[in-house]
């Protein structure tokens, strides 16, 4: 799936660190992703996505970009777990009822992470419930 999205390769310390610019829709905002070891055969990966508030982030929350965040970190273990995975997996997963329950608990933290971040509670539930629609009408089967 093309999202439309674009970028630029800003730093690369391979393996270590990587910032990125994401472009979408005339909006610049900024990717950084660190991996630190964890003892033998362990790594933690760190994304942060940082931007300025905008339209798209008032009305969605943290959940802008987050339900396909969740979609691309599925995305990555399902290569991890076996790098001959099937390119298309993810939009099966996210397409069926599995998917839709995955996306539905992940909205629940982003809502929850909205609240943490200062939002009012209701504020923080609709902005998620809002993203949600979006995101698994990109996931509905085309006719």
């Known amino acids: 799936m093309d999202s439309g999205t674009v970028g630029t390769i800003e730093t690369c310390e391979a393996p270590r660190a990587l910032t990125i610019t994401w472009e979408y829709e005339g909006e610049v905002s900024r990717v950084t992703a660190?991996?630190?070891?964890?003892?033998?055969?362990?790594?933690?990966?760190?994304?942060?996505?940082?931007?300025?508030?905008?339209?798209?982030?008032?009305?969605?929350?943290?959940?802008a970009g987050g339900g396909g965040w969740?979609?691309?970190?599925?995305?990555?273990?399902?290569?991890?777990?076996?790098?001959?995975?099937?390119?298309?997996?993810v939009s099966r997963i996210m397409g069926s009822e599995e998917g839709a329950e995955f996306a539905r608990r992940g909205s629940?933290?982003?809502?929850?992470?909205?609240?943490?971040?200062?939002?009012?509670?209701?504020?923080?539930?609709?902005?998620?419930?809002?993203?949600?629609?979006l995101d698994r009408a990109q996931w509905e089967p085309a006719d």
Not at 34 to 61: C, K, M, P, Q
Not at 70 to 89: C, F, N, T
Not at 109 to 131: L, N, T
């Open 34 to 63: 660190s991996i630190e070891g964890h003892g033998t055969g362990a790594a933690a990966l760190t994304v942060r996505h940082f931007g300025e508030s905008n339209d798209h982030w008032r009305e969605y929350g943290p959940a």
């Open 70 to 89: 969740d979609a691309g970190l599925l995305g990555l273990a399902l290569h991890l777990d076996d790098p001959r995975a099937d390119l298309d997996a």
């Open 108 to 133: 629940e933290e982003w809502s929850r992470a909205h609240q943490e971040a200062g939002a009012p509670k209701s504020e923080a539930d609709a902005a998620a419930r809002a993203a949600l629609a």
